[in-house]
């Protein structure tokens, strides 16, 4: 069973920044795509952030383009979501999910395991 932990939310001023982590429970996570969703109150879940197993592809959603980035790092079996320039609108429930099709896709069906979330919340 794999398992993801997400961390790093927390409440932020507008124009701040925040840095997610995800850490994987076990070694085979280097082989796979790895995505970040967001889940605000009301709404259904969307993609923020992707990056294929090597780091060599990201992937991105229109509204965070420029502000977020993804990055992994294997030897630690964590990926990172470093948020900056944070708008109100970024305000959700942040959920990591490893990959299952290896392309670094914005699909939340093709992800199968996913985190328990960590809260953002910004403020303006």
């Known amino acids: 069973q794999v398992q993801l932990v997400e961390s790093g939310g927390g409440l932020v001023q507008a124009g701040g920044s925040l840095r997610l982590s995800c850490a994987a429970s076990r070694r085979t996570f280097i082989t796979y795509d790895m995505g970040w969703f967001r889940q605000a109150p009301g709404k259904e879940r969307e993609f923020v952030a992707a990056?294929?197993?090597?780091?060599?592809?990201?992937n991105y959603a229109d509204s965070v383009k420029g502000r977020f980035t993804m990055s992994r790092d294997n030897a630690k079996n964590t990926v990172y979501l470093q948020m900056n320039s944070l708008k109100p609108e970024d305000t959700a429930v942040y959920y990591c999910?490893?990959?299952?099709?290896?392309?670094?896709?914005?699909?939340?069906?093709?992800?199968?395991?996913w985190g328990q979330g960590t809260q953002v919340t910004v403020s303006s």
């Open positions: 990056i294929s197993w090597s780091g060599s592809i990201t």
């Open positions: 999910a490893r990959g299952r099709v290896g392309r670094a896709s914005g699909r939340p069906d093709e992800y199968d395991y």
